[in-house]
């Protein structure tokens, strides 16, 4: 019997995971409407904790003053990066010169932008639940409650560099180094949720080898990362392209993005198809309503949705709602997979005696 104080954890480690979800989708959204700039400072929005509605309650020199509060954190930055050893990296943030250029308001970026961060200060507030009710193991499972604090730091360093992603102007590689951060969070509540589940229950016993399974389904989860690195790369450079074109003629959007877009629609392939094999591997070892089996189901139903949205996205001239559901459920793809992995690497095989 699990007691009520860890299920309380599971629920809410669960629950948290859904936010984290949410948090992408809202942050696809903002990609995908082109709102990340809606707010020109951080945490605040146009300095209120309640951004306006109209640009008459904005102040007269706003553009001015966000510019140079840009700069200013981006000096910080680029000292941050040359400390690093990163010096090529740090002048190519100073000598950007579409930092200095500034952000029209339009309120409907604004509360798009704005609702984004109030979703992720929500995940802020779960996430320290989650660390505080995690101490009920700290006599059982002490990796539990190391593993929550340290997602509340990561989340905090999440944070900052939004706010650097702001500053920057989008600058792709922070936007993409933050993606992968928020694979980290998700990673670490799942690998939490699954631990608690599956801390007072025995090991399953099957009659067949699963190394083979555990392997293939780690490369598959590399792939799935690779792919999603892929696709935020493709993102960022179909910004750039938007820009250029003053966000017209998108349906050549796609047609101008080059190589790594052809990487990217290969290396969906591969994704689909290492997916398929997984899904074969799984069915030949487990059957009934084994969790590894009933995963795999939820995985290929993904599957299915996220290349539906990958042909819309291609020849549908990048619909916006396609895009932030295009990302969703990548996100939602390497969750399955890595809960998978867990369930399946908890599974001894069965050696017959002779």
């Known amino acids: 019997m699990i007691a009520k104080s860890e299920n ?28 990340g700039m809606g707010c020109p400072d951080w945490p605040k929005c146009f300095d209120q904790y309640i951004p306006p509605t109209s640009v008459n309650d ?13 700069i200013k954190k981006n000096e910080k930055f680029a000292k941050y990066l040359e400390s690093m050893g990163k010096t090529e990296l740090a002048n190519s943030i100073r000598h950007d010169q579409s930092i200095i250029v500034p952000e029209e308001f339009n309120p409907a970026k604004t509360w798009t932008e704005y609702v984004n961060r109030l979703i992720g200060a929500v995940l802020g507030v779960f996430l320290i639940l989650v660390a505080i009710y995690s101490f009920v193991y700290k006599k059982t499972a002490k990796r539990i409650v190391v593993l929550s604090i340290l997602n509340i730091l990561i989340v905090g360093y999440q944070g900052w560099l ?10 792709q590689w922070v936007v993409t180094v933050h993606m992968l951060l928020a694979l980290v969070i998700l990673g670490i509540l799942i690998y939490t949720y699954n631990y608690a589940k599956q801390l007072h229950k025995e090991r399953s016993v099957i009659m067949y080898r699963i190394l083979w399974l555990k392997g293939f389904l780690a490369f598959t989860i590399i792939i799935t990362i690779a792919q999603i690195v892929l696709g935020t790369e493709v993102r960022e450079s179909i910004d750039t392209i938007a820009k250029s074109l003053n966000f017209g003629a998108r349906n050549t959007w796609v047609g101008k993005v080059g190589s790594v877009f052809s990487w990217h629609r290969d290396l969906a392939i591969l994704v689909a198809v290492c ?4 899904y074969k591997m799984v069915i030949d070892r487990f059957s009934g309503k084994a969790w590894p089996l009933m995963t795999a189901n939820y995985i290929m139903v993904i599957l299915i949705i996220q290349i539906a949205a990958g042909f819309i996205l291609s020849y549908l ?34 050696k017959p005696s002779r």
């Not at 939004?162 to 600058?171: C, D, E, M, Y």
């Not at 459920?329 to 390497?334: C, H, P």
């Open 317 to 350: 001239s990048l619909p916006p709602y396609a895009q932030a559901i295009h990302i969703l459920f990548a996100t939602i793809l390497f969750s399955l997979q890595y809960y998978l992995y867990l369930l399946v690497y908890r599974t001894a095989t069965y």
């Open 58 to 70: 904005l102040p007269a020199d706003y553009k001015e003053k966000y510019v140079a509060g840009r």
């Open 275 to 278: 997916n398929f094999i997984v």
């Open 8 to 35: 309380r954890f599971i629920r809410l480690n669960f629950i948290t995971i859904i936010v984290t979800l949410l948090v992408i989708l809202a942050g696809g959204i903002v990609r995908s409407t082109g709102s």
């Open 162 to 171: 939004g706010s650097i992603v702001v500053s920057t102007n989008l600058t």
